[in-house]
C-alpha cells in the first residue's frame, strides 16, 4: 500500500466517524423482514429509520447508542412492506352525505389502505378540504389523490360532473379542474360525444395532465390511446378494441348494448395486438372485477348480515338500493351483460399482464356501489386479480406499485427505502405466500403516524 493510499484510507475513516454521531428520528423500526414486491425478495434483520413522514435509511441490523428516536417499534421479524393503494373509489352522495363519506376514512387504514385515489364526485370541496387535513395529519385516513369533477356531456350520468359540448367547454373545464389542483381527468359517459371525448385527451394531453375513465361506447379505444389516453376504468372499453365487430356495431348506435355481442365476438388474436399496444403506449387499466362480481350476484347474495354495514352510514346504505332495482330490472329483460362481463374481464386479466399492460387495483367503492366496503373491498379486488391468474407478487404491484407509478409518482413510493414516503404495513406473516396475510395487519404507519392494532379497532369502534 502507497503512502498516498493509506492516507486516503484514513481520511474515509475519520469522515465516516464523523458521520457516527448521533441521529434523530421520529420512528425506528427494527428487527423487520422488508418485502420487495419488485423482485418478490425479504430482507431479514432490517432497521427502518424515519423523520418527517419520509423514510431516512434502511439498514442491516440497529445499535440503540447511535441514534435517538421519538418512538421504536420492534417488529419482532414481521413483515413490512408499502401501504396498500385503492386506485378507484368514490366520495359521493350530495352534500348531506359529506359526514357519511368522512366517517368512512378510517376505514381504509384499518384495512392496510394508506392511499387512495378518488375517482369523482359531487362533493369535491369536501374531498379537497380531507385531502389537506390528512396531509398535515389533522385528520386520520388515507393520502388523497383526487380527479374531482368528472367531465360528462350535457346529460351527465353523474351529478356533480362538468358539462363540456365544445372545445370551449373543455377548454374552461380543464381550467377548472387546474385550478382546483387535480391529480388527474376523469371522463364519464352519461352522453359525452366521441369528439368531445377525443378532445378532451388532446387538449389534457397539452396540459401534461393524465386522463383515464369511461369512454363513448361511440368512441374508438385505439384511437383514444393514439391521441395520449393514460388509463381507462373498469374492462368495457379495451373489450371494445378486442372484438373485430366493434365498427359495425358502432354504427348501430346501442350504446352499453353493444357489450353483449362485443363479449361473443371477443378475438384473442385481436386481444393481444390491442394489449400489446396498450403496453407500448402505457395505457394503465383498472378492471375493477370486485364490483363486478359483487353486482352481477347482488339478487342471490343476501348483505343484510355483512358485519361491514356496521360502519356505513343509513344515508350511504339507502343509495345501495338503486343498483338492486337495476339488477331486477336486468334481470326481468333477460340481460345476461354483467355475468358475461364478469367471465371476459377475468379472462382479459392474464394475456394483459402477459403483454406488459400496467394493471391497478381499485375496488370502485362509495355510496351507489352496493355492498363494495371501503377498505374490505380492495382486498375483494386484489383476491380477484389473483383468481385471474396473476401472481401474489403481480398483484400486490397492481396497488402499491403501479398506483403511485399512474402519477409518476414511482420515486417516492412503492419500496421501502431511503427517500420514499413512510406508508408502511406491519404485518404478522408474509403476502407473497398468501394473499389473506395483507389483512394480518399489526400496523399501519402513514407518513410515520403509527396506527398500531389498538389505534386501529378504536377508529373502528368508534365508527360503529
Ligand atoms: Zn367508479
Not at 51 to 58: F, H, L, M, N
Not at 196 to 206: D, Q, V
Request: one cysteine or more.
Amino acid at each position: 500500500m502507497t503512502k498516498l493510499t493509506c492516507f486516503l484510507l484514513l481520511l474515509i475513516v475519520l469522515s465516516s466517524c464523523n458521520n457516527k454521531e448521533t441521529k434523530s428520528y421520529d420512528l425506528v423500526i427494527y428487527n423487520a423482514q422488508i418485502i420487495d414486491v419488485e423482485d418478490e425478495s425479504v430482507s431479514e434483520a432490517q432497521s427502518i429509520f424515519i423523520a418527517e413522514g419520509k423514510i431516512v435509511e434502511v439498514r442491516e441490523g440497529i445499535d440503540k447508542e447511535k441514534f435517538v428516536t421519538d418512538r421504536l417499534i420492534d417488529a419482532d421479524g414481521k413483515f413490512v412492506m408499502p401501504g396498500l393503494w385503492d386506485n378507484h373509489v368514490h366520495f359521493r352522495g350530495g352534500d348531506t352525505l359529506i359526514g357519511e363519506n368522512k366517517d368512512l376514512l378510517p376505514l381504509f387504514l384499518a384495512y392496510g389502505i394508506t392511499t387512495v385515489r378518488d375517482a369523482g364526485g359531487d362533493i369535491t370541496p369536501s374531498v379537497m378540504e380531507w385531502k389537506d387535513q390528512i396531509a398535515k395529519a389533522e385528520l386520520d385516513g388515507p393520502r388523497i389523490f383526487s380527479s374531482g369533477p368528472k367531465l360528462d356531456g350535457d346529460k351527465p350520468a353523474w351529478p356533480g360532473s362538468i358539462q363540456v359540448s365544445d372545445s370551449g367547454d373543455i377548454v374552461a373545464a380543464l381550467d377548472s379542474l387546474e385550478k382546483l389542483d387535480v391529480d388527474y381527468v376523469k371522463t364519464y359517459d352519461g352522453n359525452l360525444s366521441a369528439e368531445n371525448y377525443y378532445k378532451i385527451i388532446e387538449e389534457a394531453e397539452k396540459r401534461d395532465l393524465k386522463v383515464t375513465g369511461h369512454m363513448p361506447m361511440s368512441a374508438d379505444f385505439m384511437k383514444a390511446i393514439s391521441l395520449g389516453l393514460d388509463g381507462t376504468e373498469h374492462m368495457y372499453y379495451p373489450l371494445k378494441a378486442c372484438s373485430p365487430a366493434a365498427d359495425s356495431l358502432t354504427k348501430l348506435d346501442l350504446g352499453y348494448g353493444m357489450i353483449e355481442p362485443l363479449i361473443d365476438t371477443y378475438d384473442p388474436d385481436l386481444a393481444e395486438k390491442v394489449f400489446e399496444k396498450m403496453s407500448e403506449e402505457n395505457v394503465f387499466v383498472t378492471p375493477t372485477l370486485y364490483i363486478g362480481k359483487t353486482l352481477s350476484e347482488i339478487l342471490e347474495v343476501d348483505h343484510r348480515q355483512d358485519s361491514l354495514l356496521n360502519y356505513i352510514g343509513s344515508g350511504i346504505q339507502k343509495t345501495y338500493q338503486g343498483r338492486i332495482e337495476g339488477a331486477k330490472r336486468a334481470k326481468a329483460s333477460g340481460s345476461k351483460m354483467r355475468e358475461k362481463m364478469e367471465e371476459i374481464s377475468a379472462r382479459m386479466i392474464e394475456p394483459m399482464q402477459n403483454a406488459g399492460v400496467k394493471l391497478l387495483a381499485g375496488s370502485d367503492c362509495g355510496a351507489f356501489n352496493s355492498y363494495v366496503y371501503p377498505g374490505q373491498s380492495l382486498h375483494g379486488e386484489l383476491h380477484a386479480l389473483s383468481n385471474a391468474g396473476l401472481s401474489n407478487a403481480q398483484v400486490i404491484k397492481t396497488s402499491i406499485i403501479n398506483g403511485p407509478e399512474f402519477l409518476d409518482l414511482g420515486s417516492e413510493y412503492g419500496s421501502i427505502a431511503s427517500g420514499k414516503v413512510a406508508d408502511i404495513l406491519i404485518l404478522d406473516k408474509n403476502p407473497l405466500e398468501n394473499m389473506d396475510n395483507l389483512k394480518k395487519i399489526y400496523a399501519v404507519i402513514k407518513s410515520g403516524e403509527v396506527y398500531d392494532r389498538e389505534r386501529l379497532n378504536t377508529m373502528l369502534e368508534n365508527l360503529r
